[in-house]
């Protein structure tokens, strides 16, 4: 009896002194985890849409709240809320779902680490949305990171019948316009269409918004320097852009096509066994450099008798053409391949 009673108040005080304890700490609840270990929030959440599905991608957090640095994360906590078109409501909550746990990894030395995560089991006619959160351990979780969302419905096919047309200081791009899904149904819906562009071949990039149209002029471009373009379908559901497949490359070099302005004030004189020509520069920007033709009285046409480089403007001919009258015009080249010639200059004979 003794040794019962002995237990009843050994467990009475044990009871007393866990409350007085919880009490005293203020844990009500689990405990709060210091700033100095809960990660910063992720905020570069960001998503790719294809006909594979969807690609989410993310950041590791580097930092605390605090400021301190994060060497490694435990794990990522990923909430998706998927909702019916006809059911999506822009005031209402987002019915997030218990979220999925994904691992987690040591940050790189020296670049930070990228997380990825992919579905492909995605029902069409609804809109999905996505938020993440990391942890350093089952106690120190982050707020939560920024929310991306995207409407998901059966994507178009991808454009055919690419073709760039070259210009000077411009390329057209055309295709043939889209007609049917990936499951090979027509089509219902508003198709439109977005220029994707490479200098590089990789790293495309959108220029500007979706069209409607089957043709781009581009002419944010360089003469000589290499185009990379593919064309992305995009499909118009109930106002929100749906991603569709995208076409394979084209590529194509811009061609400058615009000659230099001719020389001005051509003059001949005469020298000892020959006539030397004078004129001013051309006004281009990009001049290579010069031509010289010589025409006789009784020709029609003028032949090239010498080049000049741009810094030269002056050139001697010591094959001219006895008892014959003779005219010189100039002109100028520009840097292009093949180079632009300018109209000829004003022709001009041996002053007597």
């Known amino acids: 009896m003794k040794s019962l009673n002995g237990a009843r108040v050994a467990g009475s005080l044990l009871l007393i002194g866990t409350l007085l304890f919880i009490g005293g700490c203020g844990f009500k609840n689990y405990p709060v985890p210091p700033a100095s270990v809960v990660p910063k929030p992720i905020e570069d959440l960001r998503y790719a849409v294809d006909a594979k599905g969807v690609t989410l991608t993310w950041s590791y957090p580097v930092q605390t709240v605090k400021g301190t640095d994060i060497s490694e994360i435990s794990s990522f906590e990923l909430y998706r809320a998927v909702v019916p078109l006809d059911d999506y409501c822009s005031g209402c909550p987002i019915p997030f779902g218990e979220p999925q746990v994904l691992p987690g990894g040591v940050n790189g030395d020296e670049t930070r680490r990228i997380g990825t995560f992919q579905s492909s089991l995605l029902r069409s006619g609804h809109k999905y949305f996505f938020k993440i959160r990391s942890r350093t351990s089952w106690w120190a979780a982050s707020a939560d990171s920024n929310i991306v969302s995207f409407v998901w419905h059966t994507p178009t096919k991808a454009p055919e019948g690419l073709k760039v047309k070259v210009g000077d200081g411009q390329l057209t791009i055309t295709w043939q316009p889209v007609t049917s899904y990936l499951d090979g149904r027509k089509v219902d819906m508003p198709v439109e269409y977005q220029v994707l562009r490479s200098q590089g071949g990789k790293g495309f990039k959108a220029l500007g918004k979706a069209m409607s149209g089957t043709t781009y002029v581009d002419r944010m471009v360089l003469d000589g320097q290499k185009y990379f373009y593919k064309i992305q379908s995009v499909l118009i559901v109930e106002g929100n852009v749906v991603d569709g497949s995208t076409s394979n490359e084209v590529s194509a070099v811009p061609v400058d096509l615009t000659p230099p302005l ?91």
């Open 262 to 352: 001719p020389p001005a004030s051509v003059t001949v004189i005469g020298v000892a066994g020959g006539n030397k020509l004078y004129w001013e520069k051309s006004t281009g920007s990009d001049v290579a450099g010069y031509r010289i033709y010589r025409r006789a009285a009784n020709e029609e046409k003028a032949i090239l008798v010498g080049k000049t480089k741009a810094d030269t403007v002056t050139f001697t001919d010591m094959k001219v053409p006895k008892n014959v009258r003779v005219y010189y015009s100039v002109t100028a080249i520009d840097k292009a391949t093949p180079p632009n010639e300018s109209a000829h200059s004003r022709e001009a004979t041996l002053r007597h």
